[in-house]
């Protein structure tokens, strides 16, 4: 099947750490992406993770792939103001090409 | 590199009218993907063109139709316009099957 689920808010505190959660269902998914959407705005892509590994650190940014749960995470260190925005999960549809499933999103709210 | 460029940014049609949004890659991709993407929810896949070819297709609806062009661009074409085609349609630009979709900043497309 093709389904991506987030939790839809995150409120955190200027300088604490965030960790945004997503499961996903194709067990078969090479890699497993990480965007942001600022308002008004496109998708930026932040980071991604292939499917044979655990972990992967990219600055402040850690993400965290369990496949036996289908579980990925993305923490970010030392959250700032300008973090706020929605961040998006996705998965490459294995019986596609480069196809893309995004799950609804999570507004991530940083406050002083 | 401009990266992936998106046009026009905001459109405003009415109903049953057509519109086409047009899409330039990023410079070295060879693989055009265009989603939906309604207020507060995650993108949905639409189709995907690569060698001027319609390579694979979501679930949208027939009056969704595109275009690759040689030099990459595509276009995406939508007839007879629903109020519920009103969304942000968004183009992503890939190196074939390879990780890492780029998108544009998308166009804004309402329905009266």
């Known amino acids: 099947g093709e389904d991506v689920e987030q939790s839809l808010f995150l409120s955190v505190r200027e300088g604490d750490s965030s960790v945004i959660n997503c499961t996903y269902t194709d067990s078969s998914s090479t890699y497993l992406y990480w965007y942001k959407q600022e308002p008004g705005a496109g998708l930026q892509l932040l980071t991604y993770?292939?499917?044979?590994?655990d972990m992967k650190q990219d600055q402040r940014l850690t993400v965290l792939l369990n496949k036996k749960d289908k579980h990925l995470s993305l923490r970010i260190a030392d959250t700032q103001t300008g973090d706020s925005a929605i961040y998006f999960c996705?998965?490459?549809?294995?019986?596609?090409?480069?196809?893309?499933?995004f799950g609804a999103g999570t507004r991530l709210a940083v406050h002083p | 590199d401009a990266g992936v460029t998106q046009s026009p940014t905001h459109l405003i049609k009415t109903r049953g009218q057509q519109v086409t949004l047009r899409c330039s890659p990023k410079?070295?991709?060879?693989?055009v993907s265009w989603y939906q993407q309604a207020l507060g929810q995650g993108p949905q896949f639409i189709f995907q063109?690569?060698?001027?070819?319609?390579?694979q297709r979501g679930n949208f609806p027939d009056r969704f139709s595109g275009h690759q062009f040689p030099n990459y661009s595509s276009e995406l074409n939508v007839n007879a316009l629903l109020l519920g085609d009103s969304a942000l349609y968004l183009c992503a630009s890939s190196k074939d099957t390879q990780g890492g979709a780029f998108f544009g900043q998308g166009t804004r497309l309402t329905v009266v």
């Open positions: 993770i292939f499917s044979n590994m």
């Open positions: 063109y690569y060698e001027e070819e319609e390579r």
């Open positions: 996705a998965e490459v549809f294995s019986g596609g090409y480069n196809k893309l499933i």
């Open positions: 410079s070295g991709h060879d693989t």
